[in-house]
């Protein structure tokens, strides 16, 4: 649908998000993931109207940077005040404004003394610095005050220090028992999140600072702020138009395929190859490693020589050990298995039961890698025409023979960019690791 250039767009829900959005209410947290774009802060701001003025929306724009403490003058409706910005941006503005209606050198004033005592003690035990609120002039109580951090100003703070800071102020805040923050990793350090997020899901600490929440419900693009305690309260937005579907989380492979979308759907980002790949032989490892850095440069592949196909049922077990469940792991469908035609045929029920899907166990239509060496390399070796003949460990051809590790360096030296690959190499396994890097 095409709309005015200052029209709003009508987005609505599918039947499913209505059903997540109602269990959403009654959780004690909540968890967002997805595209940018898809639909998480529409949902964090319909669910603050829908509670009304009991919740507090944190937008991405939270936090003013201030200098000197201003006094607090008590205001009977401030509450109110806050709901009515609120509304009058979400349900009239042109354009999407994230803006929090929060300021927190008025949020630390309007603080009780026994409030300010919880902040203190938070930023002390997250942080390990001191705050302090002390007098512009010392001595003299007429002054204006300003907060001390570690003895400085805390406007020469980070703005990671200011941000974590605004976020405990806000949520001390006893007039609202639901949060809903968007994107709370924003301007934080990945240990800083770590620790925030550690901080917000403990239930203890939630009980003794924050009794009054109810309930708190991030957006986040950081894998830090899951909720691994009950991975149920993880939820996958997409939008499809105008319109938003939400997905609840329901298994460990559910909860694991979010934490691997959050790492950019790369495993490279844990400095993890993109895929790996089991092999028969030396031979064949040695030449399946040129092969894929020559087409795929800028991946990353872990090829592994098992020596045998039997012992391919220990790497495989090795690397459930790695990722406890490999059959619920992002590294399931990137695990491929390479053998020859003769080969135990326990090998593959083995891989199947061990969660390796079966178009990623490839099997060769002759026995023995070197059929697969590139065409023209080989004529160059041996001479075109007729095929070569493998007897124990050597490799023979219109009369010219090679030991197989021979001949196997001779061929991954004159590979390169350019280099046509066998048909088979390039249907069996080109073809799958390509859909693997698209994925």
Same mark, same amino acid.
């Given at each position: 649908?095409?709309?005015?250039?200052?029209?709003?767009?009508?987005?609505?829900?599918?039947?499913?998000?209505?059903?997540?959005?109602?269990?959403?209410?009654?959780?004690?947290?909540?968890?967002?993931?997805? $595209?940018?774009?898809?639909?998480?802060?529409?949902?964090?701001?319909?669910?603050?109207?829908?509670?009304?003025?009991?919740?507090?929306y944190l937008g991405p724009a939270r936090y003013q940077n201030f200098h000197i403490l201003g006094m607090y003058t008590p205001k009977s409706n401030k509450k109110d005040e806050k709901w009515r910005q609120f509304i009058q941006q979400w349900q009239h503005q042109q354009q999407n404004i994230d803006n929090s209606p929060i300021n927190l050198q008025q949020a630390i004033a309007e603080l009780s003394d026994m409030q300010r005592d919880k902040l203190f003690e938070i930023v002390k035990n997250l942080l390990g610095t001191d705050?302090?609120?002390?007098?512009?002039?010392?001595?003299?109580?007429?002054?204006?005050?300003?907060?001390?951090?570690?003895?400085?100003?805390?406007?020469?703070?980070?703005?990671?220090?200011r941000l974590i800071t605004t976020l405990v102020t806000c949520m001390l805040d006893t007039d609202y028992d639901t949060f809903l923050i968007d994107e709370p990793e924003l301007g934080i350090s990945p240990e800083a999140q770590g620790i925030l997020a550690d901080f917000l899901f403990d239930r203890e600490q939630r009980k003794k600072y924050f009794g009054h929440i109810k309930r708190l419900i991030f957006a986040t693009h950081?894998?830090?702020?899951?909720?691994?305690?009950?991975?149920?309260?993880?939820?996958?937005?997409?939008?499809?138009?105008?319109?938003?579907?939400?997905?609840?989380?329901?298994?460990?492979?559910?909860?694991?395929?979010?934490?691997?979308?959050?790492?950019?759907? $790369?495993?490279?980002?844990?400095?993890?190859?993109?895929?790996?790949?089991?092999?028969?032989?030396?031979?064949?490892?040695?030449?399946?490693?040129?092969?894929?850095?020559?087409?795929?440069?800028?991946?990353?592949?872990?090829?592994?020589?098992?020596?045998?196909?039997?012992?391919?049922?220990?790497?495989?077990?090795?690397a459930g050990n790695i990722f406890t469940d490999l059959q619920k792991s992002p590294?399931?469908? $990137?695990?491929?298995?390479?053998?020859?035609k003769v080969h135990d045929t326990s090998v593959k029920q083995t891989l199947l039961k061990y969660g390796i899907p079966e178009s990623n166990i490839l099997v060769w239509?002759?026995?023995?890698?070197?059929y697969y060496y590139p065409n023209e390399i080989m004529d160059s070796i041996f001479g075109s025409d007729n095929e070569i003949a493998i007897t124990g460990d050597l490799v023979s051809r219109n009369g010219v023979s090679y030991k197989k590790w021979e001949l196997c360096e001779k061929v991954v030296s004159k590979i390169d960019s350019s280099t046509r690959f066998n048909g088979e190499v390039e249907v069996k396994l080109l073809k799958t690791i390509e859909l693997i890097l698209g994925n």
């Open positions: 649908m095409k709309y005015k250039y200052d029209q709003k767009p009508n987005t609505s829900f599918t039947e499913k998000a209505r059903k997540c959005i109602e269990e959403i209410k009654n959780a004690d947290y909540s968890v967002f993931v997805g $595209r940018n774009n898809c639909g998480k802060s529409y949902i964090l701001k319909t669910l603050t109207q829908s509670f009304g003025k009991q919740a507090s705050l302090k609120i002390l007098y512009t002039v010392e001595d003299n109580t007429m002054s204006q005050k300003y907060i001390s951090c570690d003895g400085h100003n805390i406007s020469y703070t980070s703005s990671g220090f950081s894998t830090i702020f899951l909720d691994r305690l009950k991975i149920s309260n993880n939820y996958s937005i997409k939008k499809d138009g105008d319109i938003i579907d939400i997905s609840k989380t329901d298994t460990i492979s559910d909860f694991n395929n979010i934490h691997f979308f959050l790492l950019g759907n $790369r495993l490279e980002s844990l400095f993890l190859p993109s895929c790996i790949i089991l092999t028969e032989g030396k031979c064949d490892q040695h030449y399946l490693t040129k092969v894929l850095e020559s087409k795929y440069p800028n991946s990353q592949f872990s090829i592994l020589n098992a020596n045998s196909d039997s012992r391919m049922k220990e790497l495989v077990n090795v590294y399931r469908n $990137r695990i491929i298995a390479v053998l020859d239509d002759k026995n023995g890698i070197e």
